[in-house]
């Protein structure tokens, strides 16, 4: 098994390898004949062999697509003719197929070493089995928004990316877990004088998947993870902000059309978040980004404290506004420090939802007279078009001024595609 | 640890989540009581394909001046119902609590408070219960009778949370499978 393993690290290296330089070669930092030498000291001399490796990311991208409509359709299909289906062949198909997944799976990647559609075979196993969740609760009648049936697709999903170091299973995951909070916070609160302010407990929630991913990134053999719980965390957060930005939501609150009133399950929340968040501090208490990190989490987590306890204040939306900002600037300096060019890209594209947004909810009330729709456009155009060409001059500079030159953006992107586990745990791609 | 005990871990997390999940609702199926509940229905065909109606049941609105227990009810909702001679089960008193009962031999059924209608002379709201089974329907058209003067129920198996699980229509007494939307 150990020489299979090595085998796999050297394409893997190889492949990753290619890839680099085809796009150091398009960014001008290798010459044509550079590039050549490279590859053929690498062994891929040859322009079909070159080809062969480039190819690697396609195979995977096409192999989770394919798992993906795949499950979509066994799944459209138990759906549409479920009820002509007799009860115990319903249960005897989803776990016949679950298991015929991951059977097929493992025979792919460890009988014929096709790593890359053999774990795609193996996520092809996980969502029927979060099909299967949902579809044994229709043949009882459940009402299929159960928060405890999303509880149960994340809990399941979770041993795989773990075991076989899989992170496009642990984001599915992550997906799940964060659906159960929402669909908790739905059937708790809705038609409640709690139902805003409960939604406070997600973007709390996102913190709290930030700080785990944080945790994680402490231990060299969970790194990898850390950075699928902290994308996913950040995201969260920041769609809530992004809706708490908006001034609608206020303006009701505060003139008492909405009714508003925090439940405790909000300050609970908030707590142990905290302490998370300070327990992930604690591990390294020296670093002074993680420290300037901790201090952002927290004055989110004191924001949402004082939100819940003090809502009808008209400042709010700009409050959060200032927050969206600040964070997505934040991000966008974290880039830059670590030389990171991934942070830069994605802290920009917020910064640039973010405009957009304000842009659209200041002139959409004008949109009613034909002349103002056609400034709208105009207008909009112009300044998306002047927001681009400053904003790529803006992170061009940034990633020219980075440590290294911004490359650890590519190099670790390219490892995001290869999910190969560290140690002898090398087995889903997927 | 190799690669095959691994992929056993995992399925055999995943299908105990499937079997138990299959278990813990068979077991409440069998130690649910069942109650025969009244739809309130012009024409049983209106029960007909995924776009009907969600089923309003003559315990959807309580008038709470005519039943025991709580006057202060608020969001949730546990309505003790009796089976009454001619089989059906109607509401006799509602709780804010699940722990709570007025009459022996009775079932709670939890549901949600959806609305409150005053206006009654006698000083106590209407409310408007929803109890997580409305949104079921017919899937065939096919032996069900149509205008109106029938007999049209559902069976409901309540388990010991006080959660309703509908089971099946009953039209003039004849059994009908029914579809969750």
Redesign the interface.
């Given at each position: 098994?150990c020489g299979i393993l090595q085998v796999m690290d050297e394409i893997e290296y190889r492949e990753r390898m290619t890839r680099d330089v085809a796009r150091w070669r398009r960014e001008g930092l290798l010459t044509e004949e550079q590039e050549r030498r490279i590859l053929a000291r690498m062994g891929a001399g040859e322009r079909q062999a070159v080809r062969a490796l480039r190819l690697g990311w396609i195979v995977t991208g096409v192999s989770i697509v394919g798992a993906l409509v795949l499950a979509g359709g066994v799944t459209l299909f138990f759906a549409t003719n479920w009820?002509e289906i007799p009860e115990a062949l319903r249960?005897a198909l989803?776990?016949a197929g679950?298991?015929a997944a991951?059977a097929v799976g493992?025979a792919l990647?460890?009988r014929y070493e096709m790593q890359r559609v053999g774990s795609a075979f193996l996520l092809l196993?996980?969502l029927l089995?979060q099909a299967?969740?949902f579809l044994?609760?229709?043949?009882?009648?459940?009402?299929?928004d159960s928060p405890w049936l999303f509880a149960?697709a994340a809990?399941?999903a979770f041993?795989?990316a773990y075991?076989?170091g899989s992170r496009i299973v642990l984001l599915v995951a992550i997906a799940w877990s964060i659906a159960w909070v929402v669909t908790e916070v739905i059937s708790r609160y809705e038609?409640?004088p709690e139902f805003e302010a409960s939604f406070l407990i997600i973007a709390v929630a996102g913190i709290a998947i930030y700080a785990i991913g944080r945790l994680h990134t402490a231990r060299a053999s969970l790194e990898r993870f850390g950075e699928v719980y902290m994308l996913a965390g950040a995201l969260v957060t920041l769609a809530l902000v992004y809706v708490f930005s908006f001034r609608g939501i206020w303006d009701e609150i505060v003139e008492g059309v909405e009714s508003y009133s925090a439940p405790p399950l909000v300050y609970l929340a908030i707590g142990a978040t905290a302490v998370l968040v300070n327990v992930a501090l604690f591990i390294r208490p020296a670093d002074r980004e993680r420290r300037i990190e901790a201090g952002l989490l927290l004055g989110l987590l004191g924001l949402g404290v004082i939100v819940a306890t003090w809502p009808d204040w008209t400042g709010w939306a700009i409050a959060f506004n200032a927050a969206y900002f600040g964070v997505a600037a934040a991000i966008v300096v974290r880039g830059t420090t670590s030389g990171d060019e991934r942070y830069v890209n994605f802290g920009l594209a917020i910064i640039g939802l973010g405009l957009l947004t304000r842009y659209v909810d200041v002139f959409w009330p004008m949109l009613d007279q034909e002349s103002t729709a056609a400034a709208f456009f105009i207008i909009g155009g112009v300044l998306l078009l002047v927001v681009a060409i400053g904003l790529e001059w803006l992170r061009r500079e940034i990633i020219r001024s980075m440590p290294d030159g911004g490359d650890r953006g590519g190099d670790r992107g390219d490892e995001r595609e290869s999910t190969l586990p560290p140690g002898d745990?090398k087995?889903a791609q997927a | 640890?190799?690669?095959?005990a691994?992929?056993a871990?995992?399925?055999g997390?995943?299908?105990l989540?499937?079997v138990g999940?299959?278990g813990f609702?068979?077991y409440t199926?069998w130690t649910a009581d069942d109650v025969l509940l009244r739809v309130q229905t012009g024409d049983p065909r209106d029960l007909v394909g995924s776009r009907a109606a969600p089923v309003r049941y003559e315990i959807s609105e309580l008038d709470l001046n005519e039943l025991a227990g709580d006057r202060d009810v608020f969001?949730m909702a546990w309505v003790e119902l009796q089976e009454q001679p001619d089989g059906y089960w109607q509401a006799v008193a509602v709780h804010g609590d699940g722990g709570e009962r007025s009459f022996d031999g009775t079932v709670l059924l939890k549901g949600?408070i959806?609305d409150y209608r005053f206006g009654s002379a006698r000083g106590e709201p209407t409310i408007v219960v929803a109890y997580?089974i409305e949104?079921?329907f017919i899937?065939s058209g096919d032996g069900v009778p149509s205008g109106d003067g029938h007999d049209v129920a559902m069976k409901v198996a309540v388990d010991r949370w006080g959660e309703g699980?509908?089971?099946d229509f009953y039209i003039d007494g004849e059994r009908f499978?029914?579809?969750?939307r």
């Open positions: 098994m009820q249960v989803i776990v679950i298991v991951y493992y990647m460890y196993g996980t089995y299967g969740v044994v609760a229709e043949i009882y009648n459940m009402p299929v149960l809990a399941g041993p795989l075991l076989f038609d409640t745990a087995g | 640890m190799r690669p095959i691994r992929l871990i995992v399925v997390v995943q299908l989540i499937v999940l299959i609702k068979q199926l969001a949600e959806r997580g949104d079921v899937a699980i509908p089971r499978d029914l579809t969750r």
